[in-house]
């Protein structure tokens, strides 16, 4: 089993930042894929973003250049800086972890962009 635990949301102006932190614990040494997944008001969840344990990252085309996905695996932690911030990126966002079997996923941090 792997807990995720999501911190850094609040709310934001449009074309601001914000950075998400998510820390692993649990059976963290089988866990390859981190990642962000992120759920709108009245939208369905989707993915964001992922980074490997190799540090190999892949974007949704709606965040390419704006957001951008880290790891420190000796900290167990995955990182999302989320720059130029618009309302379409409010949303539930999710820190999630994968290993051969299972995908695991924390309880979710409120990003809102509104001025």
């Known amino acids: 089993q792997v807990q995720l635990v999501e911190s850094g949301g609040g709310l934001v102006p449009p074309g601001g930042s914000l950075s998400l932190s998510c820390a692993a614990s649990?059976?963290?040494?089988?866990?390859?894929?981190m990642g962000w997944y992120r759920q709108g008001p009245g939208k369905q969840r989707e993915w964001v973003t992922s980074?490997?344990?190799?540090?190999?990252?892949t974007y949704a085309n709606s965040v390419k250049g704006r957001f951008s996905i880290s790891r420190d695996n000796a900290k167990n932690a995955v990182y999302l800086q989320m720059n130029n911030l618009k309302p379409d990126d409010t949303a539930v966002y999710y820190c999630?972890?994968?290993?051969?079997?299972?995908?695991?996923w924390g309880q979710g941090t409120q990003v809102t962009v509104s001025s």
């Open positions: 999630t972890a994968s290993d051969l079997s299972d995908m695991y």
């Open positions: 649990g059976s963290i040494a089988s866990v390859d894929i």
């Open positions: 980074i490997t344990r190799g540090g190999t990252q």
